[in-house]
């Protein structure tokens, strides 16, 4: 039972190139969501899905894009990388039942836009 | 609009001494909330959480923290600090009434002094 992969751990991007973060989840959760982490800032929810076919916007979506064909994968997309977008980005999946809640979160992956 | 404040950017505290962090929150609807600690350069990991029942919560690696309603606050503390809980904390709050989307507080740095 790996819970949350996400590849690649490290990346680095030129301007305006393009790139998915994948994020692959074997729980068989319906949520899942993508968060961006700055210093100072915590993390931030870009995108998130509650189910194959279904996603929405989070706090900062501009510049990523996010699809959800199978319950077990939700990659995020950069279809133009800007330097604003160097930063820490990880997945999470959501459990929840009537008197339980958890989260489970990815290892992360490092994205440089130089 | 949903959200954590965390007051205190960096703590310094000795070891061997008590340590609080502070948490509030401005929800609307019956929030859960977690503390989060995070290593440099590593993933999130889970201290505790609170989804209902008893407000005074015991976590991971002797900490605990206790939800107060009427102060709309979830502050974390220890009694007796080590060297090795110099990390970054973050509150988070989440409600089913919004979507179970997690809002995190921008983190405190905590540095222990020998």
């Known amino acids: 039972n790996a819970g949350v992969t996400q590849t690649p751990k490290f990346q680095v991007l030129k301007t305006g190139q393009s790139m998915t973060l994948q994020c692959a989840q074997d729980?068989?959760?319906?949520?899942m969501s993508w968060y961006r982490q700055d210093p100072g800032m915590g993390l931030r929810l870009i995108h998130y899905s509650v189910g194959a076919g279904i996603t929405d916007q989070g706090e900062v979506p501009n510049g990523y894009n996010v699809s959800r064909s199978t319950t077990e994968d939700f990659p995020l997309r950069l279809l133009s990388a800007a330097p604003s977008q160097t930063s820490v980005y990880f997945c999470?999946?959501?459990?929840?039942?009537?008197?339980?809640?958890?989260?489970?979160f990815g290892s992360g992956t490092r994205l440089t836009v130089v | 609009a949903q959200s954590v404040t965390q007051p205190d950017i960096h703590i310094t505290v000795s070891e061997g001494a008590s340590l609080e962090l502070r948490c509030n929150y401005s929800y609307g609807a019956t929030p859960y909330l977690f503390w989060y600690v995070q290593s440099p350069g590593q993933g999130l990991q889970l201290l505790l959480k609170y989804f209902s029942g008893d407000t005074l919560v015991q976590g991971i690696k002797g900490f605990e923290a206790e939800f107060k309603r009427s102060q709309s606050s979830f502050n974390l503390r220890k009694p007796s600090v080590h060297w090795s809980d110099a990390a970054e904390y973050f509150c988070a709050v989440g409600a089913m009434e919004y979507g179970n989307k997690l809002v995190f507080g921008a983190g405190t740095i905590l540095r222990v002094k020998s």
């Open positions: 729980m068989n959760h319906e949520y």
């Open positions: 999470a999946t959501l459990i929840q039942g009537d008197l339980y809640v958890g989260y489970t």
